[in-house]
């Protein structure tokens, strides 16, 4: 089968890499620093600074990051790409400490002090990514196989730069083009996102090669990404729960999560792997990008993912969503014979009931009148179950989840439901 990333060849990306070096050094701050202070409004302020901490500490992860895959990858070319890369990582991070220094003004004289400077304004999300980063670096020192690099790539070249940092970049940059403002930062921002695509590239054809020499890479992405990337959504999401602030900038973080998905979608299917071949929950094939965006930011409300919620919305659309998800969590190897409603009496939501028949599993508002197992309990408590937070045992055993009617079916809920 031919696919996009045979049009990419090592060499082609070397060669753009040595013709696109910029000076990180050199950039003019000067009329970022006067516009911080006189022209931008401080929600502005509040918002790009959120996003200067991600982009800063994204930057030095990944430039810190990226040693093991030099060493684990089985090519030299490979190993030049991934090592010019890695300088360009540096060049980044530099970027975005001058920028927090000489525009917001964090007093450091460091980068260990910049990084420190913004460290409250990271987030839940952040830290369970980028955690999962340091660890598979070391996993990968490990056991430097051709599957487990295909799933570090899968998280630091789909998940974390696709993902994550190039739809930062595109609407951040977007703002400082409407607004005209802070030309210094758009000039770094512009360069930056010309790197970061062909990093993507790279990793692309990295994956396309590494899924092309070993079966188990391609279990060993649709693993990773089951992981990674229901968290990966709440990036933005501050620790304050809000996701409100970048909408000051002219986005939403809908529009993020869909550009987003799209772009992780679009290098899998560069590197020749589908949706349908990683049957992922999270990444539902009939949906477009945009829609899954949407949904995941609405089960990140609710905290179904991402950080938990202490007042899950209860409107019919949240829990539209969350109800969605649930349905589709049903394996299709459940097991159940007959068909089988479950019904959940919320102490403080509106009921909803899922209904199971062979290949189908439905869920709707509303309690039919002859369910075959009916749960009661707060909606909260529910969330944290299926957040995998709480576990719906212990949950039975302290008698905050009730459940009457086919009690049999309790013990058989495990395989009826993917974790
Ligand atoms: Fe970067
Ligand atoms: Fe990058």
Excluded at 22 to 44: C, I, K, N, P, V
Excluded at 144 to 153: D, E, F, G, R, T
Excluded at 330 to 343: A, E, W
């Amino acid at each position: 089968m031919t696919i996009a990333a045979d049009r990419i060849s090592y060499e082609d990306l070397y060669g753009r890499w040595e013709v696109s070096a910029w000076s990180a050094a050199r950039l003019d701050f000067t009329e970022d620093a006067r516009q911080w202070r006189e022209e931008l409004t401080g929600d502005e302020r509040r918002a790009v600074y959120r996003l200067i901490a991600l982009f800063l500490w994204g930057e030095d992860a990944v430039a810190d990051g990226l040693s093991p895959y030099i060493d684990a990858a089985p090519r030299e070319e490979q190993k030049y790409i991934l090592a010019a890369q890695q300088s360009d990582e540096a060049r980044h991070a530099v970027m975005f400490a001058r920028f927090s220094r000489e525009v917001i003004g964090d007093g450091a004289t460091d980068v260990a002090g910049t990084l420190e400077s913004v460290r409250a304004d990271l987030t839940w999300s952040y830290d369970v990514v980028f955690g999962r980063l340091r660890e598979i670096g070391a996993e990968l020192r490990a056991d430097p196989s051709p599957a487990k690099l295909a799933s570090a790539v899968a998280l630091y070249h789909f998940v974390i730069e696709a993902g994550l940092a190039q739809p930062g970049q595109h609407f951040l940059h977007g703002f400082l083009e409407r607004r005209d403002v802070l030309p210094g930062l758009r000039e770094g921002i512009e360069r930056i996102m010309l790197d970061e695509h062909r990093h993507i590239g790279g990793g692309v054809k990295l994956l396309a090669d590494l899924n092309r020499e070993d079966p188990e890479s391609l279990p060993a992405v649709g693993e990773l990404l089951r992981d990674v990337l229901p968290p990966a959504t709440a990036l933005l999401m501050g620790r304050d729960k809000d996701i409100t602030y970048v909408e000051s900038l002219g986005f939403s973080m809908e529009e993020m999560a869909g550009y987003g998905a799209r772009a992780i979608e679009n290098a899998l299917v560069a590197a020749g792997i589908t949706l349908e071949q990683l049957a992922i929950p999270t990444l539902p094939p009939d949906l477009t990008p945009e829609e899954r965006g949407a949904r995941a930011v609405e089960l990140t409300r609710v905290g179904v993912i991402g950080p938990p919620s202490d007042d899950p919305p209860r409107d019919g659309q949240h829990m539209a969503a969350v109800f969605d998800a649930l349905r589709r969590s049903v394996r299709p190897d459940h097991g159940l014979k007959r068909p089988t409603t479950l019904l959940w009496r919320f102490e403080d939501a509106d009921p909803w009931h899922l209904t199971i028949a062979d290949g189908d599993a439905a869920a709707a508002a509303g309690a039919p009148e002859r369910p075959t197992l009916t749960f009661r309990c707060r909606y909260a408590d529910w969330i944290d179950v299926m957040a995998g937070r709480r576990d719906l045992v212990r949950l039975l055993a302290a008698r905050r989840l009730r459940a009457k009617g086919d009690l049999r079916l309790l013990v058989r809920l495990g395989r009826v439901f993917a974790p």
